[in-house]
């Protein structure tokens, strides 16, 4: 079981930036994935999730309005448009994928994780 995120960089505050997560089609395909991230010295916390089809979106209300979660054409794939980044996003961004098809909030509903892309935003 693979996942692998990708797109991460370093952008100023309010640039934009797209985050790709590839994962293996057994694992991903009729399951629901998410976006978390972990900044220095901070517990990892959740930013986004979509349901298996794309059907159901969830976010963190510090990123509501601002990103965009989707799964592409093949549905064991996912982004993550961001958009007016602030300096607080700085973080590494970890792609998952979710035990069941809903979209979940909390990092133990999900059980394979990807190795993690780096996002930093400077001022």
């Known amino acids: 079981v693979q996942l692998q995120a990708s797109g991460g960089g370093l952008v100023q505050a309010g640039d934009s930036l797209r985050l790709s997560c590839a994962c293996s089609r057994r694992t991903c395909s009729n399951n629901a994935m998410g976006w978390f991230r972990q900044a220095p010295g901070k517990e990892r916390e959740f930013v986004a999730a979509?349901?298996?089809?794309?059907?159901?979106?969830r976010y963190a209300e510090s990123v509501e309005g601002r990103f965009t979660i989707s799964r592409g054409y093949a549905e064991s794939t996912m982004y993550l448009q961001m958009t007016t980044l602030k300096p607080e996003d700085s973080a590494v961004y970890y792609c998952?994928?979710?035990?069941?098809?809903?979209?979940?909030?909390?990092?133990?509903?999900?059980?394979?994780w990807g190795q993690g892309t780096l996002v930093t935003v400077s001022s």
């Open positions: 998952a994928a979710a035990r069941g098809s809903a979209a979940v909030t909390t990092a133990n509903s999900y059980n394979y």
């Open positions: 979509v349901g298996w089809n794309g059907g159901s979106t």
